[in-house]
Nanobody, 121 residues
Framework: QVQVVESGGGLVQPGGSLKLSCTAS????????MGWYRQAPGNQRDLVAQ???????DYADSVKGRFTISRDNTKNTVDLQMNSLKPEDTAVYYC???????????????WGRGTQVTVSS
């Protein structure tokens, strides 16, 4: 079994900062790409940022220069530092981790349950 758990969401004023954290645990042989997605009410789930196994980072245009993704391969964690938050950043944020559990097994996407981020005055 594999578990992916997010933490760090909450309510913040416009211009403020939040840091989201995600930890993968369980039967893990190797982790590949790690990322954060978000979904606002009535919208689809969109990629916010991802960090590849080699360390390359990719961001949605709407968060470039404000958000920073990082990972710690020794702890199986991925963080998202969010600065200069705007009301339009309000959404449920989901962690996504690509994991291989055993040799020769396919790489599988695992999702956390999500954490709410609300940006409001």
């Amino acid at each position: 079994q594999v578990q992916v758990v997010e933490s760090g969401g909450g309510l913040v004023q416009p211009g403020g900062s939040l840091k989201l954290s995600c930890t993968a645990s369980g039967n893990i042989r190797r982790i590949y790409n790690m990322g954060w997605y978000r979904q606002a009410p009535g919208n689809q789930r969109d990629l916010v940022a991802q960090i590849l196994s080699g360390g390359l980072e990719d961001y949605a245009d709407s968060v470039k220069g404000r958000f920073t993704i990082s990972r710690d391969n020794t702890k199986n964690t991925v963080d998202l530092q969010m600065n200069s938050l705007k009301p339009e950043d309000t959404a449920v944020y989901y962690c996504n981790v690509e994991i291989q559990t055993r040799p020769l097994m396919p790489i599988t996407n695992y999702w956390g349950r999500g954490t709410q981020v609300t940006v409001s005055s």
